[in-house]
T-cell receptor
């Protein structure tokens, strides 16, 4: 069975600092991996996705993520955080053949001036 | 393009009452999903439709939850009777289809409080 672990419940970074949010997955086959962002009172917005090929994927808003099969990880990164990046971030793994998603518990990002 | 529309945005009911949520997906999206997001947790799939047929409802508590997607467009999710543990945000999402891993587009959700 697939599962997703986001070990950091809450992260605080200073504006302009770099960011890395951790995600570990468990899945028997090649995973389809996603990062979504959720601002307060809003739905989830897709940041980026990995299906195959280049293990470093670029997304919207300056985010990128790297798929590391040996570590079962798909960490999200951004070189310089903006105050508007404060939100909840969810990692998800897709179920093969069904196109539904299993989500992690999320990491809440706080950005301080 | 217009996004996924959900209503109402908020709903407060007492336990044992019934409630219904409505979702209008993005035009042309064949696949529709209902997710439950309990505070502090990630969204959990309740039911997935492909057009007007159910693809997966294995996580839907069928003794109290029901969902339909008549005509393969709009969908309603109903809870009857509600329990305290049903307090959550109910998210609707849609995608072009299941075979292409097309991205899920989410609505803003309905926040349900059961007292």
């Amino acid at each position: 069975a697939q599962s997703v672990t986001q070990p950091d419940i809450h992260i605080t970074v200073s504006e302009g600092a770099s960011l890395e949010l951790r995600c570990n997955y468990s899945y028997g086959a090649t995973p389809y991996l996603f990062w979504y962002v959720q601002s307060p009172g809003q739905g989830l917005q897709l940041l980026l996705k990995y299906f195959s090929g280049d293990t470093l994927v670029q997304g919207i808003k300056g985010f990128e993520a790297e798929f590391k099969r040996s570590q079962s990880s798909f960490n999200l990164r951004k070189p310089s955080v903006h105050w508007s990046d404060a939100a909840e971030y969810f990692c998800a793994v897709g179920q093969t053949g069904a196109n539904n998603l299993f989500f992690g518990t999320g990491t809440r990002l706080t950005v301080i001036p | 393009e217009a996004g996924v529309a959900q209503s109402p945005r908020y709903k407060i009911i007492e336990k044992r009452q019934s409630v219904a949520f409505w979702c209008n997906p993005i035009s042309g999206h064949a696949t529709l999903y209902w997710y439950q997001q309990i505070l502090g947790q990630g969204p959990k799939l309740l039911i997935q439709f492909q057009n007007n047929g159910v693809v997966d409802d294995s996580q839907l508590p069928k003794d109290r939850f029901s969902a339909e997607r008549l005509k393969g467009v709009d969908s309603t999710l109903k809870i009857q009777p509600a329990k305290l543990e049903d307090s959550a945000v109910y998210l609707c999402a849609s995608s072009l289809g299941p075979q292409d891993y097309s991205p899920l587009h989410f609505g803003n959700g309905t926040r349900l409080t059961v007292t």
